[in-house]
């Protein structure tokens, strides 16, 4: 009976899931993975109907039996995280604390993962003393001050590293975050310097100013991490390096994906001066610098831009020319005056004085 029930659940249409046999078909061994396969195709408009159902005390029951083969368990582990089920989260944080094994250390990754989706990540702080490094990092996004995340930049595992220094732009102005993001900048790993570099801006690190110019200035360095400089350059109110980068590019053609990036900075800048220069940007050649340019002039709602938009339109290729389109008619509706308003006259007849 049941192992008709499991091919019925593997084709069923999520829409027309009944809770309630779902539930009985979840704790029943030969239908069980046909259930967990339909369940993890509700669309999330439809999950109500099962959050209120016993769907989710099985599926916490399933996740925290031992009996069970590690694939079922995995399986309702990440559906809780797919049905948003927060009262599982004390079961989650449980799994977490259990490495022993290779399958208990798994578990309790994914657990660790469920409690990141769900927004309850504050559980994990126990874990930043995990034997497991990929448990310590999933763990680093958690904490609400940095100073349980500065040492963390000193890791032995790059994962971790990497993790520590992303999570400590969140933390501008704290103690230990300047001298931390200092050791993640030296870092050689590429992933951690690079999430160094954006944290540096994130976190407003003004002493790191002098090393992200070296960066954006160093050819030999990779391309993102320079890009990624520029731009914390201009969290940090720096903003004459990128000038110069997109002066450059304008004139001799330095690199495109560099003049991009530094477009991306100037769109930071309140000065009028940076505006002019992100609507000299539309002349460049490289297609990557005149969207970014256009993009940031219509998030600007430059009004004044339009002709040199339109003028981009028309001499760009068939792909630009739709987005570019596209980008005209936002800035057209956005200057259209609101509902109710006054719309101005041309004719000077019309008018007061």
Request: aromatic share 2%.
């Amino acid at each position: 009976m049941f192992a008709a029930l499991l091919a019925l659940f593997v084709l069923i249409e999520p829409q027309v899931l009944d809770p309630v046999a779902t539930a009985r078909a979840l704790r029943q061994d030969d239908a069980r993975i046909g259930a967990l396969r339909a369940l993890g195709r509700v669309p999330a408009a439809d999950h109500g109907r099962f959050t209120e159902s016993e769907v989710p005390t099985t599926l916490t029951d399933l996740a925290g039996d031992p009996k069970l083969s590690f694939a079922d368990r995995v399986g309702a582990i990440r559906l809780l995280a797919h049905l948003r089920v927060h009262r599982a989260s004390t079961l989650l944080a449980q799994l977490t604390a259990s490495v022993t094994t290779t399958e208990e250390t798994a578990l309790a990754r994914e657990a660790a993962r469920a409690l990141v989706r769900l927004g309850r990540g504050a559980l994990l702080l126990p874990a930043l003393h995990s034997p497991d490094p990929e448990l310590r990092a999933l763990s680093i996004e958690s904490p609400t001050t940095a100073e349980p995340v500065c040492p963390a930049v000193a890791d032995p595992w790059p994962l971790v590293r990497k993790a520590a220094a992303r999570s400590l732009g969140r933390f501008e102005g704290q103690a230990c975050v300047e001298a931390a993001l200092t050791k993640a900048m030296g870092d050689p790993d590429s992933g951690v310097l690079g999430a160094a570099i954006i944290a540096a801006g994130q976190a407003r690190v003004a002493s790191l100013e002098s090393p992200l110019r070296a960066l954006v200035a160093d050819s030999a360095r990779p391309m993102p991490h320079r890009e990624d400089a520029l731009v914390s350059l201009s969290q940090l109110g720096e903003f004459e390096t990128a000038r110069r980068c997109l002066s450059t590019h304008l004139e001799k053609g330095g690199v495109a994906s560099l003049a991009a990036a530094a477009v991306s900075a100037l769109g930071l800048s309140d000065s009028p001066a940076d505006l002019l220069r992100l609507r000299r940007a539309l002349l460049s050649e490289a297609v990557g610098v005149q969207m970014r340019a256009a993009a940031l002039l219509v998030e600007r709602r430059d009004e004044a831009s339009l002709p040199a938009l339109k003028e981009l339109h028309a001499r760009s290729g068939a792909r630009e020319r739709e987005s570019i389109a596209e980008l005209i008619s936002r800035l057209e509706v956005r200057s259209l005056p609101e509902d109710g308003a006054p719309i101005p006259s041309d004719d000077p007849a019309q008018d007061d004085d």
